[in-house]
């Protein structure tokens, strides 16, 4: 079974600062897809960025980045920059890379991010 | 940009009775949605999986006769908790994928029962 798993229980950062959230999965698929989520204290979840395991680039979204190491089987997200809006949990999530949409998500732990002004 | 519409947001429901939960996609079809439960601080736990005219999947653990799901169109899903008690308070979300993006995951709002 595939697992997700987030060391970093909470993870603080000055506002306007980088912080680095960590994400290990285990797979024996080698088609999949990787993705990082937000959820703000309203409890909705907003996708941050997504990677398909086949694509060797690091994903980017504005202030957030990936570090997609397939081998290691690690999947970390930098934030830059940080803003007071980016304090959040943040989940990382697995997917298998079937082509079907009945592919159901696996979620890490969890990381809270606090942001000081 | 694809939106699920989940309600209702809040309920408070007598122990032993039954709530119903539910999710539309509002401009798309989804041929499968799924139901997470997410306990205070904690990750998302699967529940199961919905498939449009066919029984769900139950993720191990879960009761199927507790948490009836019913997904009988392209654009609705629903959750029922049946003879709820205070042990199934807790806060749930659907997701769904559209048919032509299957990665696509879109996530309802997200509804908090209370039992009491």
């Known amino acids: 079974a595939q697992t997700v798993t987030q060391s970093q229980p909470e993870m603080s950062v000055q506002e306007a600062e980088t912080v680095t959230l960590s994400c290990t999965y285990d797979?024996?698929?080698?088609?999949?897809?990787l993705f990082w989520y937000k959820q703000p204290p309203s409890r909705q979840m907003i996708l941050v960025i997504r990677?398909?395991?086949?694509?060797?680039q690091n994903a980017t979204e504005n202030r957030f980045s990936v570090n997609f190491q397939k081998a290691a089987k690690s999947f970390s997200l930098k934030i830059s920059d940080s803003q007071l809006g980016d304090a959040a949990m943040y989940f990382c999530a697995y997917t298998r890379g079937l082509k079907a949409a009945g592919n159901k998500l696996t979620f890490g732990g969890g990381t809270r991010v606090l942001v000081k002004p | 940009g694809a939106v699920v519409s989940q309600h209702p947001s809040r309920v408070i429901c007598k122990s032993g009775t039954s709530v119903k939960i539910e999710c539309r996609s509002l401009d798309f079809q989804a041929t499968t949605m799924f139901w997470y439960r997410q306990f205070p601080k904690k990750s998302l736990m699967l529940m199961a999986t919905s498939n449009e005219g066919s029984k769900a999947t139950y993720e191990q653990g879960v009761e199927k006769d507790k948490f009836l799901i019913n997904h009988a169109s392209l654009t609705l899903s629903t959750l029922t908790v049946t003879s709820a008690h205070p042990e199934d308070s807790s806060f749930y979300i659907c997701?769904?994928?559209?048919?032509?993006?299957?990665?696509?995951?879109?996530f309802g709002s997200g509804t908090r029962l209370t039992v009491v």
């Open positions: 997701s769904a994928c559209p048919v032509d993006r299957p990665y696509g995951y879109t």
């Open positions: 990677q398909e395991a086949y694509k060797q």
């Open positions: 797979t024996s698929e080698s088609d999949y897809y």
